[in-house]
Nanobody
Framework: QVQLVESGGGLVQPGGSLRLSCAAS????????MGWYRQAPGKQRELVAT???????NYADPVKGRFTISRDNAKNTVSLQMDSLKPEDTAVYYC???????????????WGQGTQVTVSS
């Protein structure tokens, strides 16, 4: 099995910053794409940002220029630096990882438990 553990959420004022981190552990051969998603109350879960094992990134339009995703392949971690936060960024943020558990090549998708980010004055 593989576990994803997120940290770094909390309450921040508009215009502030937060950094989320996610660490993967367990039966891991290699991690392909990693990413962050979010779900606000009453809304569907949506993509925030993704990063490949080679470092290519993709961002949702609402966060472009404000959020930065990064990863450490040696430590199996992914981070999300969130700057210039807005009230509409309030949501539960989830880490996702596409994991190869062995050399056979089958990819499993794992999710973290979520961490709350609240942007409010």
């Amino acid at each position: 099995q593989v576990q994803l553990v997120e940290s770094g959420g909390g309450l921040v004022q508009p215009g502030g910053s937060l950094r989320l981190s996610c660490a993967a552990s367990g039966s891991i051969f290699r991690i392909n794409a990693m990413g962050w998603y979010r779900q606000a109350p009453g809304k569907q879960r949506e993509l925030v940002a993704t990063i490949t094992s080679g470092g290519s990134t993709n961002y949702a339009d609402p966060v472009k220029g404000r959020f930065t995703i990064s990863r450490d392949n040696a430590k199996n971690t992914v981070s999300l630096q969130m700057d210039s936060l807005k009230p509409e960024d309030t949501a539960v943020y989830y880490c996702k990882a596409n994991v190869l558990r062995d050399a056979l090549g089958y990819e499993y998708v794992y999710w973290g438990q979520g961490t709350q980010v609240t942007v409010s004055s």
